[in-house]
C-alpha cells in the first residue's frame, strides 16, 4: 500500500506534469503565465502568485497576472525598474531571491506586501535568451515558509515558463 507521502507526491508530480502540458501546449504568453499562476500555489504554499514583466520601455515593472487577493500591488499595477524594489533588483541582478516583508523593508514594494499580511516572498527572474524579461513572484502569510527546495521549484517553473515563451517567439 503507498504511504502518505507516496500519495502526496504522486499528486505534485501529477499537478506537475498537467502543468508542464498546459504550458507546453499554450498558444500564447498570457496563458502561459495564467497556468503557471494557477497552479503554483498547489506546488508551492502560497496566499499570493504573480508575473510581473518589464514594460516595453524596460523602465517598469507591471503586474501582469496575480492569482491572489486584490491589493495595493494589483493586476496592472507598475513600479519602477530599479534596484530600490525587491523585484526589481532580482530583475536587474537576474537572481533568484528568499525574502522576508516587514513594513520597515528597504524595498516598498515588500513593505507593501507585509502590510497586506505576506511574510514570506520568492521571485525568481524570467530570463528568455539571457535577457531579464521580468520575474515569477511567490508569497506566504507563513513566516519563514520557504526554503532552498521552494526556491529550486520556483527557479525549475521559471524557466519551463520561458523555455516556452521563446518557443512562442
Known amino acids: 500500500s503507498l504511504s502518505s507521502t507516496d500519495t502526496a507526491s504522486s ?9 508542464i502540458l498546459r504550458v507546453c501546449k499554450a498558444q500564447s504568453e498570457a496563458e ?9 500555489p498547489v506546488l508551492i504554499p502560497a496566499e ?19 492569482e491572489g487577493p486584490v491589493t495595493e500591488l494589483s493586476k496592472g499595477t507598475c513600479i519602477p525598474c530599479t534596484q530600490q524594489s525587491h523585484i526589481g533588483h532580482t530583475i536587474l541582478t537576474q537572481k533568484n ?3 522576508t516583508a516587514t513594513e520597515d523593508s528597504i524595498y516598498p514594494d ?31 502569510c507563513q513566516a519563514n515558509l520557504y526554503r ?4 529550486s521549484i520556483l527557479t525549475q517553473i521559471a524557466a519551463l515558463t520561458t523555455t516556452n515563451i521563446e518557443r512562442l517567439r
Open 148 to 151: 532552498d527546495a521552494d526556491l
Open 11 to 19: 499528486h505534485l508530480g501529477d499537478i506537475l506534469g498537467q502543468l
Open 110 to 140: 515588500l513593505a507593501h506586501l507585509a502590510s497586506e499580511g505576506l511574510i514570506s516572498v520568492m521571485t525568481a527572474p524570467l530570463l528568455v535568451s539571457g535577457e531579464a524579461i521580468g520575474a515569477l513572484n511567490v508569497g506566504s
Open 32 to 40: 502561459i503565465y495564467t497556468a503557471v499562476s494557477k497552479d503554483l
Open 48 to 66: 499570493r502568485v504573480s508575473v510581473a514583466l518589464l514594460t516595453p520601455s524596460r523602465n517598469d515593472i507591471e503586474v501582469f497576472v496575480l
Open 97 to 99: 531571491t528568499l525574502a
